[in-house]
Structures are given as structure tokens and as C-alpha cells.
């Protein structure tokens, strides 16, 4: 599979799309800095795949890459295929530009890449990769399985996630930027808020106070965010939020999460 993949990486590297190199069966980039190692460098890209190496390939999300959106499937614990058909039914999904399935079952559907944040639904089953985010493409593989393309559209259109979310939850209202937050020194404080968050703001405001947790020196013990399973995420999403935020935490107030796919 080394040369399919060399020569997916450098078709996508062609189109504009930077890619890098995850482990071998695994969704965990192989490079020291994931996505941000990302490149369009031909040579590099060569580099990485050329090697007999069988890495499997990810796309660094967001503009100038593909926006995706991930549509889960959890087996007996569900699925987002119910939101999918909904959000197809209201026209949100026409601009897609291509369906992938996923060695899970579930499936990505590619549209024309923006400066969006990265999404998180979990009581739909979907998730929403955008600036800050990746996916794996094919003919990468997972647990023996591959990623397989389903079909190719001819849609070069967007995904409005606002508009994604505004459908499947009738209640959600955009976080104004300007809603007071707490400050970085207090903890409790910081829990309380993140649990107070409505749908659509839930994983961004967790990855947002764990930052600021950081940046208030309070690395220690960040275990008192957990709280934000108050306000619906499940321990899974909790653990790779703060762990997302301890890797890649830089100060400042840039609060935009980096959202590997399915990690």
C-alpha cells in the first residue's frame, strides 16, 4: 500500500492540500507536532511515504484543505446518520464534494475548506473538522480496515456549522466573543463556566478554560474541569480535550481547538 499512499499524498499536495503521516493502523499523527507538520513540500512528502514505510495519510483540515464533516458510528451506543439525513433533507449537505467511509462504518463528507472552528455533537454522532483539525483519507487503515471513497460530487460548496448546528438544535445560539469568561486563576470558577455551556460551545469552552487553567500555572490537576460532563460531554471527549490542550498549549488567547479525527 506504500505506493497507493505516496501517490494519494502528493495528488492531494497538488491540489493544495497539505498532508502529513500518521502511525502504521493508527489515527496518531508520526510526526513531533501533528497537523502543524502538515506541508504541500513535495520532497518532503516523499520523505515520509517514500521509505517503505506504511504510515497512513492525514489532511490537515480547514482552508486551504477540506472542511469535513464526520458523521460517528458507535454501534449500540448510536449513530449520526439520523442528523445526517436530517441536515441532508434542509440542504446544509449540498455543496459536498465527496463521501469516504470510515472503517467504523460511519463516513466524512468533504466540502470547500474555511476558517471555521472545529465541532462537536455528541449527542448526534457527529463531529466537525475544520481549521486546527485532521482527518485520516484514503487508503489509509484502521484495526485492518480501510477508508474507502464512496463517491465523488461535483459540489465545491461550504458547510455552514453555525447553520449545522442552528438545525439539529433549534435552542443553540452563537457564543457572543465578548461574554464575560472567568479568569485564569480560578479553577472552580472555570469548571463552573465550562459546565454552564450550551450545546455547540461545550468542547470548545472545555479546551478554552483547560488553556487558560495553563496559562494560570495550574498544570497540575485539571481533573476539576471534568465537571464539563454537567454539561453533556462523555469522559472520552473530556480526556482528549485536556489532553489536546496540555500538548499543544501556547499562551495566548487564541482559544481555537486542535481536533485530530476520531481520536
Not at 497538488?14 to 493508527?26: A, K
Not at 506541508?39 to 486551504?64: E, H, M
Not at 498549549?249 to 476520531?262: F, K, R, S, W, Y
Request: proline share 6%; with cysteine.
Amino acid at each position: 500500500m506504500t505506493d497507493a499512499i505516496l501517490h494519494q499524498a502528493l495528488a492531494f499536495a497538488q491540489g493544495g492540500w497539505r498532508v502529513f503521516p500518521c502511525r502504521p493502523g493508527e489515527k496518531i499523527p508520526a510526526t513531533p507536532h501533528g497537523y502543524r507538520d502538515a506541508t504541500t513540500d513535495q520532497q518532503q512528502i516523499t520523505d515520509w511515504f517514500g521509505r517503505g514505510r506504511d504510515w497512513n495519510l492525514a489532511v490537515a483540515t480547514g482552508a486551504p484543505g477540506p472542511d469535513v464533516l464526520d458523521v460517528d458510528e458507535h454501534g449500540e451506543a448510536g449513530n449520526g446518520y439520523a442528523a445526517f439525513r436530517q441536515l441532508r433533507d434542509a440542504g446544509l449537505l449540498d455543496g459536498a464534494g465527496a463521501y469516504v467511509r470510515t472503517p467504523s462504518g460511519g463516513l466524512h463528507a468533504y466540502f470547500a475548506g474555511s476558517a471555521q472552528r472545529n465541532g462537536h455533537m455528541p449527542a448526534h454522532h457527529l463531529d466537525f473538522r475544520s481549521v486546527g483539525g485532521y482527518v485520516l483519507t484514503p487508503p489509509s487503515r484502521v484495526d485492518g480496515r480501510s477508508y474507502q471513497l464512496v463517491r465523488a460530487l461535483r459540489g465545491r460548496g461550504a458547510l455552514n456549522w453555525d447553520a449545522v448546528l442552528r438545525q439539529l438544535n433549534p435552542q443553540w445560539q452563537p457564543q457572543s466573543p465578548h461574554q464575560p469568561r472567568p479568569g485564569h486563576q480560578d479553577l472552580t470558577g472555570l469548571a463552573r463556566w465550562v459546565a454552564s455551556q450550551s450545546e455547540g460551545n461545550r468542547n470548545e469552552g472545555l479546551f478554552w478554560a483547560a488553556n487558560r487553567a495553563l496559562d494560570g500555572d495550574l498544570a497540575a490537576d485539571l481533573s476539576p474541569l471534568a465537571a464539563a460532563r454537567q454539561a453533556g460531554l462523555d469522559d472520552k471527549e473530556i480526556t482528549r480535550t485536556l489532553t489536546s490542550a496540555r500538548r499543544t498549549h501556547q499562551p495566548h488567547t487564541d482559544h481555537q481547538a486542535e481536533a485530530g479525527e476520531g481520536r
